[in-house]
């Protein structure tokens, strides 16, 4: 079982950047893979980062809405996930979630993740 607690969240004016961390606990980290998701009202989850396990290389993913603009980084020795994020967008305001998944891949879909965590909201406005 892993629990996952995320900080870092809340408002900013847009142009502007965040860092969004989220702490594991109760089982290896470095097995896992780790990713960052978010749910806009309205809107369903979609990946925003992730990245795999230690042993695969730690190969990071990204959506297209955020390339360039969006960093995702491990602490693997704190068992801490980062989620950089600059040049921050209206369309950036949501609820991001923190996520594992036993497989340790590096995934956007919804449906490879095992542990979830409570969320942080993020609003971006103008």
């Known amino acids: 079982q892993v629990q996952l607690v995320e900080s870092g969240g809340g408002s900013v004016q847009a142009g502007g950047s965040l860092t969004l961390a989220c702490r594991a606990s109760g089982a290896d980290y470095e097995t896992f893979g780790m990713g960052w998701f978010r749910q806009a009202p309205g809107k369903e989850r979609e990946g925003v980062a992730s990245?795999?396990?230690?042993?695969?290389?730690?190969?990071?993913m990204y959506a297209d809405s955020v390339k360039g603009r969006f960093t995702i980084t491990s602490d693997n020795a704190n068992s801490t996930l980062y989620l950089r994020m600059n040049s921050l967008r209206l369309e950036d305001t949501a609820m991001y979630y923190c996520a594992a998944n036993r497989l340790g891949a590096a995934t956007l879909l919804d449906e490879f993740w095992d542990y979830w965590g409570q969320g942080i909201l993020v609003t971006v406005s103008s």
């Open positions: 990245i795999t396990r230690v042993s695969a290389g730690g190969i990071k």
